[in-house]
């Protein structure tokens, strides 16, 4: 049971390039969410999907794109990459709760670190 | 808009000792779930305990707990024995949940506190 991956573990782009960021997860999970977390700080949400075939915004949705490909993967896209987008990228997934049982989980992939020059 | 407030950037604890480590939150829904992960050097995020803003008792996790108290809308994370292993970061965030009490896991995270814990 490998939980969350993602790949790849680290990237250097150039600006304007673009890449994909990949994430998987083999718990059976409906959402899954990714963040970004720049040094000294908390994670912030881009993009999440709370089942198949749905996305959404999140708090820093700009230059970024996701596709939810199926159940089990959910990438990351930037299309034309900025040094503000160097970061280190957390995909999540989890599953809603219900109020009788206060046991939610989310749980993070470990994570690939971008640098934009 | 929700909003978590970490105010101590780092503490330093005693091996064996407990610590607790403070978050306030602000919300406007009226129902909620707070949680607490640790990020070790390695970078990993890693859950630790969660409370649902309806829950009458306190979460507790082994060592952890998570001291709740609504009224003053903060929830502390107590660790007690602590051991070199818990030196790390640790982030407070929390979710809205419905009127039900289901979450759609969207998280708003503090800004961390840094846990040293001296032998």
């Known amino acids: 049971n490998a939980g969350v991956t993602q790949t790849p573990k680290f990237q250097v782009l150039k600006t304007g390039q673009s890449m994909t960021l990949q994430c998987a997860q083999d718990?059976?999970?409906?959402?899954m969410y990714w963040y970004r977390q720049d040094p000294g700080m908390g994670l912030r949400l881009i993009y999440y999907?709370?089942?198949?075939?749905?996305?959404d915004k999140g708090e820093v949705p700009n230059g970024y794109n996701v596709s939810r490909l199926n159940k089990r993967e959910f990438s990351l896209r930037l299309e034309s990459a900025a040094p503000s987008q160097t970061s280190v990228y957390f995909c999540?997934?989890?599953?809603?709760?219900?109020?009788?049982?206060?046991?939610?989980?989310?749980?993070f992939g470990p994570g690939t670190r971008l640098t934009v020059t | 808009a929700q909003k978590i407030t970490q105010t101590q950037p780092g503490m330093f604890v005693q091996e064996k000792e407990a610590v607790t480590l403070d978050c306030t939150y602000d919300?406007?829904?009226?129902?909620?779930?707070l949680f607490w992960y640790k990020q070790p050097s390695s970078g990993e995020m890693i859950f630790l305990i969660y409370?649902?803003?309806?829950?009458?008792q306190n979460a507790t996790e082994g060592r952890y707990s998570l001291n709740f108290q609504k009224a003053r809308k903060s929830a502390n994370l107590v660790i007690s024995a602590s051991q070199l292993g818990d030196s790390a970061m640790y982030f407070c965030a929390m979710t809205a949940t419905n009127a039900g009490g289901t979450s759609y896991g969207k998280l708003t995270f503090g800004q961390g506190t840094i846990l040293t814990v001296h032998p």
């Open positions: 718990m059976n999970h409906n959402s």
């Open positions: 919300t406007s829904d009226p129902s909620y779930g």
């Open positions: 409370q649902g803003s309806y829950d009458q």
């Open positions: 999907s709370a089942s198949e075939g749905t996305t």
């Open positions: 999540a997934s989890g599953r809603p709760q219900f109020r009788a049982h206060s046991s939610y989980e989310q749980y």
